[in-house]
């Protein structure tokens, strides 16, 4: 594991519960393989200034479900590549989970307080969410996870094992 890389700060973007996969990446958007397309559209379904607005680092905070509705890869593609540095939700639908973990977008499940605009901490390799002087216990993931993650997504991780 890379030391470093499982700290990550950045300002807040709140949505709520059940934020499905087609207000994520709409539908309409699909026939395509480029990322910059992606990036241009995410989250417009619920926000459509979102992809102006978001910078690089940004941290999505959200309620229960994230990822729900279809199994498709480009959600987290798209949250990635638009420079979403890592999303807190107090649950995530398991497919888009693991979806995101298989692309290096890193995630955490954590109930926690924070408005839009706040910075928050994350410690992935903890499992500890800190909002000002509040810190959040949040589920740790495995180290199996971690080091997918940290190698940049599952593909990148088995060229590293390939190659050991």
Known sequence: MKTGFNKISGRVWKFGD?????????????????????????????????PQKVKKGDVIVAGENFGC???????????????????VARSFARIFFRNAVNV???I???KIECEKGD??????????????????????????????????????HRKKKALQ
Not at 24 to 45: C, N, Q, W
Not at 122 to 131: R, T
């Open 108 to 110: 955490i499940e954590a």
């Open 18 to 50: 059940n934020i499905d996969t087609d207000v994520i990446i709409p539908g309409k958007y699909l026939r395509t393989t480029d990322m910059s397309v992606f990036a241009a559209h995410v989250m417009e379904g619920i926000d459509p200034q979102f």
């Open 104 to 106: 290096g977008l890193p």
């Open 119 to 156: 910075i928050i901490e994350i410690d992935l390799e903890k499992g500890l969410v800190k909002n000002k002087n509040n810190i959040y216990q949040g589920m740790k993931l495995p180290d199996f996870l971690l080091d997918i993650l940290t190698d940049g997504g599952l593909v990148e």
């Open 69 to 87: 509705g279809s199994s498709r890869e480009q959600a987290p593609l798209s949250l990635k590549h638009a420079g979403v540095a890592c999303i």
